[in-house]
Nanobody, 114 residues
Framework: VQLVESGGGLVQPGGSLRLSCAGS????????MRWYRQAPGKERELVAG????????DYADSVKGRFTISRDNAKSTLYLQMNSLKPEDTAVYLC????????WGQGTQVTVSS
């Protein structure tokens, strides 16, 4: 099982980024997926989740209305569109596959700063 995130970077407040997470080694379309984030000195936080076929999504209150989670099962890829970014969104963003044993990507750094 492998999850590889990409798309992070440095962005100014109010800007946008789109994160991707490519999955392999498991039946991607059968499993719910999640995005988490972890800022320095803070606990890992659930940001958003999506059901296996994408019909159900949920978000942390802190990102509702700004972030959108989606997936393309044909490409075994999970996405996180992040708009109106704030400095407090700065963190390492990790994708998580809700397979039986759980699987994590290595993370991608998002820094929001002027």
């Amino acid at each position: 099982v492998q999850l590889v995130e990409s798309g992070g970077g440095l962005v100014q407040p109010g800007g946008s980024l789109r994160l991707s997470c490519a999955g392999s080694g498991f039946f991607f379309s059968a499993y719910d997926m999640r995005w988490y984030r972890q800022a320095p000195g803070k606990e890992r936080e659930l940001v958003a989740g999506i059901s296996n076929v994408g019909g159900v999504t949920d978000y942390a209150d802190s990102v509702k209305g700004r972030f959108t989670i989606s997936r393309d099962n044909a490409k075994s890829t999970l996405y996180l569109q992040m708009n109106s970014l704030k400095p407090e969104d700065t963190a390492v963003y990790l994708c998580y596959a809700r397979i039986r044993t759980g699987a994590w990507g290595q993370g991608t750094q998002v820094t929001v700063s002027s």
